[in-house]
């Protein structure tokens, strides 16, 4: 299984470049092409084709989470552009689940406040589909810290690669802005929808 590069349809942002999204898209791309490449030489080693140290052999396997759940997270951060800025719909699954503890505009206050945590990583909504809620949380490095087999509904990615072209550290706040100003909310909608 080779794992392609996903194109996105990405509309012009407010708030975030087209050089932002460009570098952005260029270390997505990275993550693709290091899936791949771990990936094809594991089927080596395992064919028999390659002969590595179970020691490197553990390292890659290591290091394919990383690279995997960089790549995935990425796909969910670009997909939430597709389509243009949409609102929260009135009538939707979430919007009725989100009622149960915010307004919509609460949720998006409450995901703001998780995003301003000291440090990089990603803020991450889950839907849980036993409890029937959401679950907000800040996720340090991608490959470790996700809530396990929950559907992923919404990824903002926090590190610096994703907004160091337009803002500095100290204005990652603006660039939170920018996320929420050109999210296409009918994405998270449906990822909801999905989930349950």
Do not use: C
């Amino acid at each position: 299984m080779t794992y392609p590069t996903k194109a996105f349809n990405l509309p012009v942002l407010a708030g975030i470049s087209e050089k932002q999204i460009k570098v952005h898209l260029a270390l997505y791309e990275g993550y693709v092409k290091h899936v791949n490449l771990i990936a094809e030489k594991l089927a080596f080693v395992r064919t028999g084709k390659l002969e590595l140290d179970p020691y490197m052999v553990a390292e890659l396997r290591r290091r394919f989470a990383f690279e995997f759940d960089g790549m995935r997270m990425h796909e969910y951060y670009f997909a939430q552009f597709e389509g243009g800025a949409v609102p929260f719909s009135a009538n939707s699954t979430l919007t009725k689940a989100v009622a149960e503890k915010y307004s919509p505009q609460d949720l998006i206050a409450h995901i703001k406040d998780v995003a301003g945590s000291r440090g990089i990583g990603w803020v991450v909504v889950y839907a849980d589909p036993v409890a029937k809620t959401l679950h907000t949380v800040f996720v340090n490095d991608h490959e470790v810290g996700q809530l396990a087999g929950l559907p992923i509904i919404l990824a903002l990615d926090l590190w610096e690669h994703a907004f160091m072209v337009d803002y500095v550290p100290a204005e990652k706040k603006n660039y939170v802005d920018a996320f929420f100003a050109n999210l296409n909310w009918s994405v998270v909608e449906n990822r909801f929808e999905e989930a349950l």
